[in-house]
């Protein structure tokens, strides 16, 4: 592995990736096999970062061409749910909005790898039809932009759009899910970060896997998003080689508490093609959350959710402290020691 450059620029390409030290010129002929299955793409801020948790992210694997048979091109059903182009309703009081497919980075585990990085942003006609739909549906309290990444758009076409928004006058709130404050801060402006305090509360959730993703550029773009007032919250995606420890993730998650950040969701990893070897298994990720229970802020304790393949849902996967015992309960404590509880 080469040092960190000096002056990192996006790596765009397996010939980038080469120099910077990230891939093996011996392997170019099976990576540009999956470079053409799956885009890569790292930012500046993530191509200057040495840090092994975070480089394996983003780096091409050979391993991404094995597609084992229970990996689904569309694996948490978006597009079984959409009314509109652009738009996913599966739940009554949100919806998700597909602002545009492209990233700063592309995720080598991503659970969209299969549409990111394909057409551009939701046109003004779609935009358009959206509105029409959320109008008619007044039930959505909640728009939640995602994409692709929402903030690799500017601050003017964002604030434009949430102008609209507002002016609906049926929203409780807009989300963001974002990987942007993390891997290219740079774009967490002021012009943004005044865009984003309004009226109509604008909360995000900021895609982080490992502690050393947030540099102190990330930092200093986290407290532009507070200062401006936006409650942030935090997902991160178990994987196998990345986070999939206790310490790894004790340690991310009070970093995040440090920049006032509140773990929201840590995901099992989707059905995504080609990302077998970042899984592990359920019992594997109740074992870790499990011992994070005991040892860990409770304000640092995310939800661990899966998101059931075929569109049905996200719901909590554990680990469970409590199971029935003839007309009573048997809970067990952080330490492993069961105890009998009654109803009354
Ligand atoms: C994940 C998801 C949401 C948001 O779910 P929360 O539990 O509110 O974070 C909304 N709509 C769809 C389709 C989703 O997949
Ligand atoms: S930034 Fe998000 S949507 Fe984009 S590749 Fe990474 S995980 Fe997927």
Redesign the pocket.
């Known amino acids: 592995m080469t040092a960190r450059p000096t002056t990192p620029a996006a790596l765009t390409s397996l010939e980038a990736m080469e120099r910077a030290g990230l891939t093996d010129p011996a392997d170019r002929a099976m990576l540009a096999q999956v470079a053409e299955s799956f885009r890569v793409r790292i930012s500046p801020a993530m191509a200057g970062t040495a840090a092994e948790g975070v480089r394996a992210q983003f780096r091409p694997d050979a391993r991404e061409l094995q597609i084992r048979p229970e990996e689904l091109a569309d694996p ?1 059903g ?1 597009d079984a ?1 959409r009314p509109v182009p652009g738009l ?4 009554p009081d ?3 909005l597909h602002a545009t497919q492209a990233c700063e980075v592309y995720c080598r585990f991503c659970f969209r790898r299969e549409t990111v990085g394909s057409a551009g942003a939701l046109s003004e006609a779609e935009f358009r039809q959206v509105l029409d739909y959320l109008r008619a549906t007044p039930a959505v309290r ?1 728009v ?1 932009f995602t994409g692709g990444d929402p903030l690799v758009l500017s601050a003017r076409r964002l604030g434009g759009m949430l102008d609209r928004l507002q002016a609906l006058g049926t929203l409780d709130l807009v989300r963001f899910h974002s990987r942007v404050p993390v891997v290219a801060p740079e774009r967490v402006t002021e012009a943004l970060a005044g865009v984003l305090d309004r009226a109509l509360p604008v909360w995000m ?1 900021v895609h982080v896997n490992h502690p050393e993703e947030i540099t102190e550029a990330a930092a200093a773009a986290l407290r532009r998003l507070t200062r401006a007032g936006v409650p942030l919250l935090s997902q991160t995606v178990l994987l196998r080689g990345i986070n999939a420890d206790p310490e790894v993730l004790e340690a991310l998650f009070r970093k995040l508490l440090r920049h006032r950040v509140k773990p ?2 840590l995901h099992h990893p989707d059905l995504a093609k080609g990302t077998g070897h970042f899984r592990l298994t359920l019992e594997e990720g109740q074992a870790i959350l499990a011992a994070l229970r005991g040892r860990l802020t409770g304000i640092a304790q995310p939800t661990y ?1 899966l ?1 059931i393949p075929g569109g049905h ?2 719901v909590p996967v554990g680990p469970v402290w409590l199971r029935r015992a003839g007309e009573g309960w048997i809970v067990t404590d952080p330490q492993g020691s069961e105890h009998p509880y009654r109803d009354l």
């Open positions: 948490i978006d749910h996913t309703h599966r739940y949100r919806a998700i909640e939640i959730v929201y969701y959710v998101d849902g996200k």
